[in-house]
T-cell receptor, first 116, second 119 residues
Framework: DAGVIQSPRHEVTEMGQEVTLRCKPI?????LFWYRQTMMRGLELLIY????????DSGMPEDRFSAKMPNASFSTLKIQPSEPRDSAVYFC??????????????FGPGTRLLVL | AQKITQTQPGMFVQEKEAVTLDCTYD???????LFWYKQPSSGEMIFLIY??????QNATEGRYSLNFQKARKSANLVISASQLGDSAMYFC????????????????FGQGTILTVHP
């Protein structure tokens, strides 16, 4: 089975430009998470969805960040306008819950974003 | 306050020996989950092992085991028979119960421990 798919794997852009990161969760998973990893702040959750509905977006740093999940197999994280401090690795993860299961989150390979 | 604390920024171990990576956590929830992930230099996050707060037995997955001491709020990862490919960053994470009582909240990660396996 394919794992979580993210695109692009690398993105270099200039300050002020719009950036769109994409994620395809594992088929059948009903939770989708967006994380950001930086040296200073480590791994932090930005937002997560359940059945395509945003549940907790308290980690979204500011209004420049937005996330959507139009259907069960696709999500986007958009930064507009981008700033150098947004440079980080952005991970998408998905999980599926059965009663009594571990609801393990499986991560995609990440998108390395560099904003110049 | 830190919810997940990994006190060892770096650890070294000889190939074929066992190593323990420390993790302590802080929560007032009765139901929670503890996870360990491995992040090699290539950057991906690889799930290793899970321990539920109500699980009475320590979790094991191949060479990985989780030394769960609930009263001490610790969830240490034990890697037996270390291999060169185990060299990576290791993250401990905790999933707490949502305020509404559902069990699927965010994962909170520790700062990680870099493990280096020497030949």
């Amino acid at each position: 089975d394919a794992g979580v798919i993210q695109s692009p794997r690398h993105e270099v852009t200039e300050m002020g430009q719009e950036v769109t990161l994409r994620c395809k969760p594992i088929s059948g998973h009903d939770y989708l998470f967006w994380y950001r990893q930086t040296m200073m702040r480590g791994l932090e959750l930005l937002i997560y969805f359940n059945n395509n509905v945003p549940i907790d977006d308290s980690g979204m740093p500011e209004d420049r960040f937005s996330a959507k999940m139009p259907n069960a197999s696709f999500s986007t994280l958009k930064i507009q306008p981008s700033e150098p401090r947004d440079s980080a690795v952005y991970f998408c993860a998905s999980s599926f819950v059965l009663a009594g299961d571990s609801e393990t989150q499986y991560f995609g390979p990440g998108t390395r974003l560099l904003v110049l | 306050a830190q919810k997940i604390t990994q006190t060892q920024p770096g650890m070294f171990v000889q190939e074929k020996e066992a190593v323990t990576l420390d993790c302590t956590y802080d929560t007032s929830d009765q139901s929670y989950g503890l996870f360990w992930y491995k992040q090699p230099s290539s950057g991906e996050m690889i799930f290793l092992i899970y321990q539920g707060s109500y699980d009475e037995q320590n979790a094991t997955e191949g060479r990985y085991s989780l030394n769960f001491q609930k009263a001490r709020k610790s969830a240490n990862l034990v890697i037996s028979a270390s291999q060169l490919g185990d060299s990576a960053m290791y993250f401990c994470a905790m999933r707490e119960t949502n305020a509404g009582g559902t069990s699927y909240g965010k994962l909170t990660f520790g700062q990680g421990t870099i493990l280096t396996v020497h030949p």
